[in-house]
C-alpha cells in the first residue's frame, strides 16, 4: 500500500493540463515545475538525493533481508512461513503505529511495552473470572484500579482529551458492571484500559510538564510491577476462546479473502483518482496520469499475488488445511488507513505535524499545544493494547512477562527503522509497518538459521543503529540542501 | 485623516517587578505604516505580543474600530483581523506553505482538510501580493530562504482578511535584496488598506516605508511623530535619551523610575 510518491512527486503537472496551466503560471509565478512523467521520476530523485529519502532505505533493507533469507534457508520462503511472518509481526507493527504518534512530537513512551501487558493481564482476568473483576484481583487492587480509572476520566476532562474520558468511563462501566465474559466485551475493556493509562501519563507530559522520557520510565517499571501483581509471580493466565485465539491466528475464508482484495484495492484507487481528478479540474498542479494509474496497477498486481499465494492451502501435513488471508492483515490494514487519514486529512493530523515541527508556531496559530501532547499518549497506549491483544492471542496466554522484554524496544525500533524520526515532525504510519516487517523478517529468518539469541539481538540492534544514522544523516543532508 | 482602526489606551504590563510597559497609548490608522521604534528592552515586542493575546495586560484599554475589546489569546486577536508577523518568524518547518499558511484555521469539508480549495486560496494571496520567488506553494517551508520564509509569514498574516498586520523586525536577518523585497511587501500591505505596525531597528527602513514613527523609550511612548516631520537624528536621540528638543518625554529623570 505504497504511496511513496504520492506525497513526494505531487507538485508535478501533466501534458494534457500543460497548455490550460501554463497562462496560470505565469500569472502566479509559483508552481512552475515538472510535466512530464520523467520529468515527475527525476524531481522524486532529486528529492532523495537532497535528503527526503522517507521510507525508501526501509523498503531496500526489506528487500534484501527477502533475498538474504530465502538464498539461505529453504524454509524461509514458504507460503507457511511467510504467513507466520505475518502474525508475528502484527503486534510490534500495531504498538509502533502508535508511537509514532509519539515519535511526531518528538516525544518517546517507554511505558507503551508494559503497558500493553497490564490491558492484556485485565482482558485475561476477565475472561478467567467471567466478568468478576473484583474477585480476580482481590479488593485492593480493584480499588485502586477503578480509582485509577476515575483519575483517567477527570484528567482527561480537564484537558478535554474527550476520547480518553469516553474509553476510560467504558472500561470503569465494564469493571463496575461485571458483564459475563465475551471475547469483544475483554478486547475493547483492553483497549478502554489503554487509553486510560495514555491518559494518565499524557496528563504527566503534557500539563504537569515532566519530560516524557521520565514519566514513561517511571511507568515502565510501574506497569511492569502492575502485571506482575495482576498474574502473580510464576503463574500464566490462560485464554481458551476462539474468539481471542482466532485474532492472531484464524484465517479469513476464500471469498473473504477476495473480498479484503476488492476492497483494498478499490478502495486506494478510489481516493487517489478522485483526488488526482479533483486537482486537475480545479486547475491545480497533479501528478501525471499515467503515474497515477501505473501506480495503482502496481498495487493492484501486487496485492493480487499475495490474495492468491495466501489463499493456497499452506499446512505442513496433509490431515489438516490452512488457507486464507489471516485476520491480522486486515486489522493492520484498517488500522494504517484510518490512522493515516487522520494524520493527513484531518486538521488534528496537521496540529500533531505543526506541533511536532516548532511548537512555538503552533501555539501561536492558536492551537492548543497541551491537548495535542496528550491525545497522542492516549492513542499509543490504545494502540499498544490493541498489540498486546494480538500477541497474548498468538501464545494463547498471558505470563508475568507480557508486553516486558523487547516488546517496548522492538516498537520503537520497528518505527525507527521505517523512516519516523526520533527529532519529531517526520515520519508515517506505513513507516511502522515497513520496519514492523523488517524486524520480523530479521527474527524470524535467524530463527530458522537456528542462529543463538545473542546473535539475533545484535543483528537487530545493528539494523536499528543503521536505520538511525540514516535518519540522522539525511537530516543533515536535508538542512544543507535547504540553504 | 480617517478614524483609527486599532487605539491603545494607558497600557501597563509588568513581570513580576518588572514594569515593562507604562500607560502606553498608540493609534494605528488604517492604510498607514505605522514604525515602531525602541532601544533593545525598550518594550517594542512585548506590546506587540500585549495586542496579539500572547501576553494579558495589567490594565488599559484596547479598542478596535472604536470599540473595546477583550484579547484573552491568539485565536481573540485573529477574530478581530489582527495579524502577527513574528520576529522568529513562526513557521513549522516540517509544513509546506499552504500548511503553515493555513495553520490553526484549517478549511474542512465534512470534517476533511479541503487541500484543494487551501491550495488555490494560498496562490491567489501570493499571487496578489506579487510573489514570483517561490517555486511552488506546496514547497516545504524548511527549503525556503530566510527571505522566502518572510515573504510566507506576511502572507499568511494577508491572507484573513486582516485589518491591522504587527510585524516584528521582518528584516532583521535579510540581506540587501530580500529586504527590498519584504520592504515592498510591507508597503502593498498599506496600500490595499490594511494598518501595518511596523518594529524596525533600521532607521533607513523605517523612513522608507513609515507614515508615522512611534518611539519607546523605557516602556513609554516618548514620542509618536508624523515621519515628514522629523530627521533621522531626532528619531535616534527619541530612541536613546527619550527626547529630542520639543519631542518626548518632558524630564528624562521621570522615565528612570
Known sequence: MSSEEASMTDTTDTHEQETAQQGAISDFGIDTTSQSTGEAVRDYWARVRGGELGSLPALLGLVVLLIVFSSLSDTFFTLGNLANLLQQGASITIIAMGLVFVLLLGEIDLSAGTASGVTAAVMALHLIHNGNLLGGMGDTVFYVFCGLLVLAIVLGAVMKVWAGVALSAVALVIAGVGIPANAWLEMLLAVCVGAAIGTITGFLVAKVGIPSFVVTLAFFLVWGGVVLQLIGQGGTLGLRDDTIFNVANGNLNFVGSWALFVIAVGGYAAIVLTRHFSRLRKGLVAQPTSLVLGKIGALAVLAAVITYALSLNRAPSDLIVIEGVPYVVPLVLVLLVVGTFVLDRTSYGRHIYAVGGNKEAARRAGINVERIRMSVFVIASAAAAIGAIVYSSKVGSVDPNAGGGNTLLLSVGAAVIGGTSLFGGKGRLRDAVIGGAVLAIIQNGMGLLRQPAAVVFIVTGLVLLLAASVDALSRRRAATAAR | ?257
Open chain 2, 1 to 257: 485623516m480617517s478614524e483609527p482602526i486599532l487605539e491603545l489606551r494607558g497600557i501597563n504590563k509588568s513581570f513580576g517587578p518588572v514594569h515593562v510597559l507604562h500607560d502606553i497609548d498608540l493609534d494605528v490608522q488604517p492604510g498607514e505604516v505605522t514604525a515602531l521604534v525602541g532601544d533593545n528592552g525598550a518594550g517594542k515586542s512585548t506590546l506587540v505580543k500585549c495586542i496579539a493575546g500572547i501576553h494579558p495586560t495589567d490594565s488599559g484599554e484596547v479598542l478596535f474600530n472604536g470599540e473595546p475589546v477583550h484579547i484573552k489569546g491568539p485565536r481573540d486577536a485573529a477574530e478581530l483581523g489582527i495579524e502577527v508577523v513574528y520576529q522568529d518568524l513562526a513557521l513549522a518547518d516540517n509544513l509546506d506553505i499552504v500548511q503553515n499558511m493555513f495553520l490553526g484555521r484549517e478549511r474542512t469539508k465534512g470534517g476533511l482538510l479541503d487541500e484543494t480549495d487551501m491550495e488555490q486560496a494560498a496562490r491567489k494571496t501570493l499571487a496578489s501580493l506579487s510573489v514570483r520567488t517561490v517555486k511552488s506553494v506546496r514547497t516545504q517551508v524548511s527549503s525556503l530562504s530566510g527571505g522566502q520564509r518572510q515573504t510566507v509569514a506576511i502572507a499568511k498574516a494577508v491572507l484573513w482578511n486582516s485589518k491591522v498586520v504587527l510585524l516584528d523586525e521582518p528584516t532583521a536577518a535579510l540581506g540587501v535584496a530580500q529586504t527590498r523585497q519584504v520592504l515592498d511587501l510591507v508597503r502593498r500591505l498599506a496600500e490595499q488598506g490594511l494598518g501595518v505596525v511596523l518594529i524596525s531597528h533600521n532607521m533607513n527602513d523605517v523612513f522608507e516605508v513609515a507614515d508615522k514613527i512611534a518611539c519607546l523609550y523605557l516602556g513609554r511612548m516618548a514620542a509618536v511623530v508624523s515621519t515628514k516631520d522629523v530627521t533621522h537624528g531626532q528619531v535616534v536621540e527619541l530612541i536613546t535619551a527619550g527626547r529630542s528638543g520639543d519631542l518626548g518625554i518632558a524630564r528624562p529623570e521621570a522615565a528612570t523610575i
